[in-house]
């Protein structure tokens, strides 16, 4: 089995900071691209910030400048810092990796369970 777990959600004032992680726990041999997501109420899942094997990054356009994220291959895990928060920030956001559990099986996404952000005063 494999799990995504999220943490550092929660309340944040207009213009606070959030660091967002992502672990990945069980059997992995290996995990290549991986991405923050996040569904505001009412609106489709959006794609946030995706980070490749190499640590090449691409941002959304709302978020360029503001968010970075990152990965550390050694912990399976995946980070988004998050700064200048503003109110259309808020969503659950979900981090997905792609990985590869045994050597010569199939890489498939992973979702982890999805994570709270709120940006009010």
Request: glycine share 10%.
């Amino acid at each position: 089995q494999v799990q995504l777990v999220e943490s550092g959600g929660g309340l944040v004032q207009p213009g606070g900071s959030l660091r967002l992680s992502c672990a990945a726990s069980g059997s992995i041999f290996a995990i290549y691209a991986a991405g923050w997501y996040r569904q505001a109420p009412g609106k489709p899942r959006e794609l946030v910030a995706d980070i490749t094997n190499g640590a090449r990054t691409s941002y959304a356009d709302l978020v360029k400048g503001r968010f970075t994220i990152s990965r550390d291959n050694a912990k399976n895990a995946v980070y988004l810092q998050m700064n200048s928060l503003a109110p259309e920030d808020t969503a659950v956001y979900y981090c997905n990796i792609n990985l590869r559990r045994t050597v010569l099986g199939p890489a498939r996404d992973y979702w982890g369970q999805g994570i709270q952000v709120t940006v009010s005063s």
